[in-house]
């Protein structure tokens, strides 16, 4: 059973030079209890769907939202989020604050700076679950406790500003994790830490989704991360899906030139612990060359065309379709590319 489908999901902002089309036609799902991260370099629309998955976009003529996220909500029934007239804001709220949770980059973003940690958990605890006073504390202590936060009962009398990055972002986890959701959408939660507590935080994150069954949209630009802490990986260049596949077969066999592209700049090391397959001799680090063109005036073919190497001319005639990619390895069966390639070596 899957947690979320989204469907041909596209936003598209109008600016004063034209339309942007930040995210266009994406299609995703996430499994009860799965990981599904999703990859690609700055710009390519990573935040803004999860902010229109969120319905958390500023609702303007100036903004155009189109395609179906399918939430299977605790309650049982299938849910449309971006189905306004099904889902009006007031439930819309409902399902953010106690079903989906959402952490972000930086921390103090979200925190409010003039609370305590202890009062601004119980308060979201009293808002979501109607505690009372003394219960709240408690159970927010409890939480602390849960994401591991040393001297739990002293932390909760601290403000913000007094908790080191790392801890911060475990109180930002503590809040996501106090109305239980069954989702949560994670948005470059540890891009602002150094690696050693990054990977601390990731890995408290996958023993909280262990321990609660929570699926989690992992939203970074970072493939190395993913390795570890995902299980399905969707790569998006230019606002679209690129490349979908298991965690495991996108590691051993990238299939898009992007996607191989990205698995070339990780560090060796990195690379074979993930599962790659070792190339001797192509060790060194390799950047993808040249920039994402601009949103407001893509190139006809391929968004990816005019850095790829192994282009040819017929991506430059037309964008690709989300081709399958045939069975050529174990895991295959699950994975799409777009790219012209693809189609012919599985043709
Ligand atoms: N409100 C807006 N109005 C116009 N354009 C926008 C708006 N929000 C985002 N964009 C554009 O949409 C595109 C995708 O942005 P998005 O923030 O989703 O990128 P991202 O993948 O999250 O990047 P990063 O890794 O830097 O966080 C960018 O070209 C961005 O400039
Ligand atoms: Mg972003």
């Known amino acids: 059973m899957n947690r979320l489908d989204v469907r041909g999901l596209s936003t598209s902002f109008h600016t004063d030079d034209g339309w942007v089309h930040a995210v266009v036609d ?54 449309d989020l971006l189905d306004l007239p099904a ?46 006073r003394m219960a709240a504390q408690a159970q927010a202590r409890r939480l602390l406790e849960q994401v591991e936060i040393p001297e739990a009962a002293q ?35 540890t891009t602002a830490l150094d690696v050693t507590i990054q990977a601390q935080i990731l890995a408290l994150m996958r023993r909280l989704q262990a321990h609660t069954g929570m699926s ?11 390795a570890h802490h995902a299980d399905d990986v969707a790569v998006m260049y230019a606002g ?29 090391r990195q690379r074979l612990q993930a599962g790659a397959v070792a190339r001797s001799g192509h060790d060194r680090l390799r950047a993808i060359r ?10 006809p073919g391929c968004a990816f065309e005019p850095r790829c190497d192994q282009a040819v001319a017929a991506c430059r005639a037309e964008m690709p379709p989300l081709h399958a990619v045939g069975p050529a390895g174990p895991g295959d069966a699950d994975r799409s590319a777009r790219c012209v390639l693809v189609a012919e070596a599985s043709s």
């Open 240 to 268: 679209r899906l690129v490349e979908a596949a298991p965690v495991v077969p996108l590691f051993a066999q990238p299939r898009h030139p992007y996607t191989q592209g990205l698995l070339a700049c990780l560090p060796s």
């Open 87 to 132: 889902l009006p804001e007031s439930r819309m709220r409902a399902i953010r604050g106690n079903q989906i949770s959402m952490i972000f980059q930086e921390p103090m973003t979200s925190l409010n700076p003039v609370l305590r940690v202890g009062a601004q958990i119980a308060e979201s605890l009293r808002l979501h679950k109607g505690l009372d």
């Open 290 to 299: 040249g920039q994402v063109s601009s949103p407001l005036a893509p190139p």
């Open 155 to 189: 932390r909760l009398r601290e403000y913000p500003h007094q908790l080191s990055g790392g801890m911060r972002q475990r109180v930002m986890i503590a809040l996501a994790m106090a109305c239980e959701p069954t989702l949560l959408i994670a948005d470059e939660p």
């Open 26 to 79: 994406l299609s995703f799902s996430i499994g009860v209890g799965h990981t599904l991260a999703l990859v690609g370099e700055s710009g390519s629309g990573k935040s803004v769907t999860s902010l229109t998955l969120m319905r958390l976009l500023a609702r303007t003529t100036r903004t155009r939202v189109s395609g179906q996220a399918l939430f299977a909500s605790r309650e049982g029934p299938i849910v």
């Open 216 to 226: 989690i949209l992992f939203i970074t630009h970072n493939l190395g991360v993913v």
